[in-house]
């Protein structure tokens, strides 16, 4: 591993069902995000974690839940998607340097229908 | 409440200059970033400011002036690859985040 993985690449997903994006780091930085970036409203933080064993809600946190089980892990989950989460999620890390640069995964594009 | 705004797109020549500008009002300041994005890939780091002043780092410089909310991104010697958007983001008093919309840089031959 090498940064930041994501998965799924992309996602087509039906209305109702559950999903879970995953993020894997292998950069040991002590901070992780989750955001979505939809057209014209810029990038928008759904949940972070400042540390292994914590969580925070972000802008959006409403139909998604985290966790953080380990410093390399966080899990993003969907219970029950609705269209409205169709949207390309960035899973980001912070923690190397001194002024709290994020690094970016390569995202998730996921499509509720 | 919080808010960041950057031009949607602007349109440049290759070999010109351009200066992409971002106003801020936050909940507390820690530093603004400027990050490139190119489509369909993840944003990546260009520069950090936390004090007053510019910073140059090759072709492309970052002011910052906190007394007025504003910075700018300066971009020299276009080049076709700097075709990206390009994001604004200021650290607020929770050292979250606050991202502006984007600023779309179409570069022209």
């Known amino acids: 591993i090498a940064g930041i993985t994501q998965a799924p690449t992309s996602q087509i997903l039906a209305a109702g069902r559950r999903m879970t994006l995953r993020c894997t780091q292998d950069m040991r930085h002590n901070a992780m995000y989750w955001y979505r970036q939809d057209l014209g409203l810029g990038l928008r933080l759904i949940h972070y974690s400042n540390t292994a064993g914590t969580t925070g809600k972000g802008e959006v946190p409403d139909g998604y839940s985290v966790s953080r089980a380990n410093t390399d892990d966080f899990p993003l989950t969907l219970a029950s998607a609705v269209p409205s989460q169709t949207s390309v999620y960035f899973c980001?890390?912070?923690?190397?340097?001194?002024?709290?640069?994020?690094?970016f995964g390569p995202g998730t594009r996921l499509t509720v229908l | 409440g919080q808010n960041i705004d950057q031009p949607t797109e602007m349109t440049a020549t290759e070999g010109a200059i351009v200066q992409i500008n971002c106003t801020y009002q936050t909940s507390g300041f820690n530093g603004l970033f400027w990050y490139q994005q190119h489509a369909g890939e993840a944003p990546t780091f260009l520069s950090y400011?936390?004090l007053d002043g510019l910073e140059e780092k090759g072709r492309f410089s970052s002011f910052l002036s906190r007394s007025k909310g504003y910075s700018y991104l300066l971009l020299k010697e276009l080049q076709m690859k700097d075709s990206a958007s390009y994001l604004c983001a200021c650290l607020d008093s929770n050292y979250q985040l606050i991202w502006g919309a984007g600023t779309k840089l179409i570069i022209k031959p």
């Open positions: 980001a890390t912070s923690g190397g340097s001194s002024y709290n640069e994020q690094f």
């Open positions: 400011n936390v």
